[in-house]
């Protein structure tokens, strides 16, 4: 950005600072470290200069927010237009407890829903199954059938909320559900916005939610890319997770690399089915984690867009502008949170807000701050909501776009960041690809290197948390904690029987019948799935039908 | 010299994060003991055969998902069933404070929470060992 003489004549006098100012200051008083580095570990200068983003150009490299290669935002005019998204993530025990959570948050300004579900949920198994004995309602809300469904959403338009959910390996399903609820509202499905994160790379990779091998789970991915292009354009059909890669114990570099991996094999698995780039790359959409290391999560974000954008153009041919934009969802990282001293907690959440705000996030979830202990209480939530409404109104970072761009540190480091990137991306190129390399174990040995090397730095004190390695003290007063008892199991239990003793069972089996038949051809699954969810097919019985046909997938265990 | 220490880490259950699992799998092993990780999803049925099988010492549990007091101590009344007194539980996780002192009483012997360094768990199956 500078010409040749002015890059010379500044790294003339940096060198001359160096020697005749630091030097002196340091042999009086040391510096507080031998190697500073971000939380991944990046080594950081004392100082950056014009001299650090001397090969950057600015019309290339970074733009104009809203325009390729979109690193600067994907809006032209980011939160000057709108706010993002205040969508927090909850679900627990019953449909009707979660409800009343959705209806209190959606009266506090929360602008979207985020729907939580149980583990036997994302497993695809009912609540009745001998392998959901304990599990039910306790990390989200327990959804069996369509029933449950209707009570989730029981007086909350659907044509006027915006709605992502937490489900992957039987994502169709529950957007089967979705559209259905939908129906009896009288709610069409183009009007219906939202996002399923029906991300089924990272669950093999870090998340552990899988069902299917990875060839029918990307198979039913690339029916849903294709049905929605067609049924409901306004859906988001994807979110591509680095989230849980981060949460895991990645690095930011390795964060986008493996989720930005995981984009291209996904890509390339809709092309392959025949998709046309353009119909169905718009509604990608993506997940990060917002970390701690600040000016490394807005580098961390610039990147992942730059990255995506000449992937989606040089790789990919995409002529639409909007099949480059990478969108996405923050939530701030549960595994920075402390179950010491918990209410540092609400601080570390502002830092990661701000992170992800200064970065252009479309939409966020904050943390609350007893999340390391239990699930939060309604107390904790609203804290975490007023966070995110206090950066949006209070700090005045969201009056210009992208304001950290030009910060010689902050371009360095998202150069850096993306370089990082592209070489993960290579080295899983030549593996044969992110499910390849997931495979192979690639991937997860990366991660877990980088969280064991965490654990040794918080242990050796290279990096200190606060509370926990350093600033203890004895913390003797309860806190309130939110509890899910046993009576949701149960009652979910009764209730699937009365349903299964109520519906029609002739139109049930139907109903599955036919789509284990599809489900051995090649045809888009999505109608069928929908079909069987309106008899009030269960869940479980649905993905039986589907693990029949498909088999189930084998972890491979890498130490 | 003695023979090494053999541990079992396991995820019981249906929870998938493992971060916490693997690292303390790895530090165990870097202490020198045997160590072998299940892999997620197993039943408590599954862990005490592998925990017989492989004639361990310890088994160390893993679960954030809120299922421990369903799920550990299914493992540790297995144990018995099977007629097997020598081996030491420990337990780890999200666990709230208030569901500790049941899981103790139930026969898990240290229950492990966030931010425990991993020193203190190869410390306390050193230390406790029951053969």
């Known amino acids: 950005m500078f010409d040749d003489k002015k890059i010379n004549e500044i790294k003339s006098s940096v060198d001359q600072w160096e020697k005749e100012v630091v030097e002196k200051s340091i042999s009086r008083f040391p510096e507080r470290k031998e190697k500073f580095t971000t939380g991944s570990n990046i080594e950081v200068n004392r100082l950056y200069t014009p001299v650090d983003v001397n090969e950057l150009n600015y019309n290339e490299d970074l733009g104009l927010p809203g325009e390729y290669p979109f690193t600067r935002g994907v809006q032209s005019t980011m939160y000057r237009g709108r706010l993002w998204t205040m969508r927090q993530y909850a679900g627990f025990a019953s449909a009707e407890e979660s409800n009343g959570r959705y209806k209190y948050l959606l009266e506090q300004g929360q602008t979207g829903l985020s729907v939580a579900f149980d583990l036997p949920t994302q497993i695809g198994y009912d609540s009745d199954d001998g392998l959901s004995e304990g599990e039910v309602g306790k990390v989200g809300v327990a959804i069996d059938s369509l029933k449950d469904m209707e009570t989730l959403f029981d007086g909350i338009p659907l044509d006027k909320v915006s709605t992502s959910m937490t489900i992957n390996a039987p994502a169709s399903v529950l957007l089967a559900m979705y559209i259905a609820v939908a129906e009896k509202q009288g709610v069409s499905k183009e009007k219906l916005r939202g996002t399923i994160q029906n991300d089924i790379l990272k669950e093999y990779i870090a998340r552990g939610t899988y069902i299917f091998p990875p060839e029918p789970s990307m198979r039913l991915i690339t029916n849903i890319f294709e049905y929605c292009s067609k049924e409901v354009p306004g859906w988001n059909t994807i979110s591509i997770s680095g989230y849980h890669i981060r949460e895991a114990g990645s690095t930011a570099s390795q964060e986008v690399a493996f989720t930005l991996a995981d984009g291209i094999a996904y890509v390339e698995a809709a092309i392959k089915a025949g998709l046309d780039v353009d119909d169905f790359a718009p509604r990608l959409s993506f997940f990060f984690n917002a970390h701690n290391d ?45 179950a010491q001293q918990p209410d540092n907690n609400i601080i570390r959440v502002t830092i990661q807000t701000l992170a992800a705000v200064l970065g252009g996030t479309q939409s966020l979830h904050t943390n609350s701050r007893d999340e ?96 926990v390695n350093k600033f203890k003290i004895e913390e003797t007063d309860k806190k309130e904690l939110l509890k899910v008892d046993k009576t949701v199991e149960i009652s979910q239990k009764e209730k699937l029987k009365v349903l299964r003793s109520e519906r029609n069972n002739e139109d049930v089996e ?50 | 010299m003695d023979k090494p220490i053999r541990v079992l880490v396991a995820k019981p259950g249906l929870d998938g994060h493992d971060r916490g699992a693997k690292v303390i799998a790895r530090a165990l092993r870097d202490a020198g003991m045997e160590v072998i990780y299940t892999g997620l999803r197993q039943t408590p049925e599954q862990i005490v055969a592998a925990a017989i099988q492989e004639d361990v010492d310890a088994i160390g549990m893993s679960i954030l998902s809120g299922a421990h007091n369903h799920l550990f101590p299914k493992v540790v009344n297995l144990l018995k069933e099977q007629g097997v007194d020598d081996v030491l539980i420990v337990g780890g996780g999200v666990i709230p404070e208030d569901d500790i002192p049941f899981l103790i009483e139930s026969g898990v012997e240290a229950v492990f929470t966030p931010g425990t360094p991993t020193k203190d768990v190869v410390d306390f199956i050193t230390n406790n060992l029951k053969r």
């Open chain 1, 372 to 467: 390391a202990l239990a699930l939060p209480t309604e107390d904790s939530v609203r804290i975490a909501l007023r966070t995110q409404q206090i950066v949006a109104h209070e700090s005045g970072v969201t009056e210009t776009i992208d304001p950290l761009a030009g910060s010689y540190y902050i371009e360095n480091l998202t150069n850096k960041i993306e370089e990082e990137a592209l070489r993960y991306i290579e080295s899983i190129d030549e593996l044969g690809g992110a499910p390849k390399a997931i495979e192979k174990g690639y991937i997860q040995k990366e991660i877990q290197n980088a969280a064991y090397r965490y654990q040794m730095e918080v242990e050796s004190l290279d990096r200190i948390v606060v509370g």
């Open chain 1, 294 to 338: 600040l000016l490394e999560e807005v580098a961390k974000y610039r990147a992942a867009r730059r990255l995506w954008a000449k992937i989606m153009k040089e790789r990919f041919n995409a002529k639409n502008s909007k099949s480059m934009q990478l969108k996405f969802h923050t939530q701030t990282a549960g595994s920075t949170l402390t």
């Open chain 1, 510 to 559: 139907k109903a599955l019948n036919t789509l284990k038949e599809k489900a051995n051809t090649q045809e888009n699954l999505m109608p069928f799935i929908l079909d069987a969810v309106k008899t009030y097919a269960t869940l479980g019985e649905i993905c039986n039908v589907l693990r029949e046909v498909f088999g189930e997938y084998q972890q491979s265990v890498i130490l």
